[in-house]
């Protein structure tokens, strides 16, 4: 079975750090598409960035050179580390799975992270 | 970076079928573009529906069909039920980025 559990997420004070984890099982994340998405409370889904399965990673214009997406193909799992938080990135973060065509076939329940002073 | 626009909300009846757009500031949507669909419920994470225009997941019900429509990505809902209220996201391919519409709140009433 396919699960995908995230964590990590909390509060943090506007400037800082903070690293996101997402544990996938009942898969390989270096053979799938992997996303994280996150939504602010009572907003739409916003994509955020993507590791696709030949090594190629792409952001959304509003976290480029501020976020940073990884894997380690050891413990199978996926991290986002976001630097220099902003009020604004305050939302649930989700953690997703897919394949060409279907970048997002399976999604974990997400983790709060809360930007706040 | 594009924008992707749907219907804030619709609202159809039980049994009624409803279709949802999405549309790209760039242009047509294509098969290229790799139109996906989303269902979530409040306090739920998404679910996938549709993908790469008109492909159904295992899970999605019979009543849920993909197309293109004038340049945009449609998703119908035919023979609607009362767990259909939900909010519908669409999701765009742009050179390797994706981009969500604003999604659409669907009220059944």
């Known amino acids: 079975e396919v699960q995908l559990v995230e964590s990590g997420g909390g509060l943090v004070q506007p400037g800082g750090s903070l690293r996101l984890s997402c544990a996938a099982s009942g898969f390989t994340v270096s053979n799938s598409f992997m996303s994280w998405v996150r939504q602010a409370p009572g907003r739409g889904l916003e994509w955020v960035s993507i590791f696709y399965s030949d090594g190629n990673i792409y952001y959304a214009d509003s976290v480029k050179g501020l976020f940073t997406i990884s894997r380690d193909n050891s413990r199978n799992t996926l991290y986002l580390q976001m630097n220099s938080l902003r009020t604004e990135d305050t939302a649930v973060y989700y953690c997703a799975r897919g394949k060409f065509g279907s970048p997002f076939d399976q999604w974990g329940q997400g983790t709060l992270v809360t930007v706040s002073s | ?109």
Not at chain 2, 16 to 24: F, H, I, K, R, Y
Not at chain 2, 45 to 50: F, G, K, Q, T
């Open chain 2, 1 to 109: 970076q594009a924008v992707v626009t749907q219907e804030p909300s619709l609202t159809v009846s039980p049994g009624g079928t409803v279709t949802l757009t999405c549309a790209s500031s760039t242009g047509a949507v294509t098969s290229g573009s790799y139109p996906n669909w989303f269902q979530q419920k409040p306090g739920q994470a998404p679910r996938a529906l549709i993908y790469s225009t008109n492909n159904k997941h295992s899970w999605t019900p019979a009543r849920f069909s993909g197309s293109l429509l004038g340049g945009k990505a449609a998703l119908t809902l035919s023979g609607v039920q009362s767990e259909d209220e939900a909010d519908y996201y669409c999701l765009l391919f742009y050179s390797g980025r994706w981009v969500f519409g604003g999604g659409t709140k669907l009220t059944v009433l």
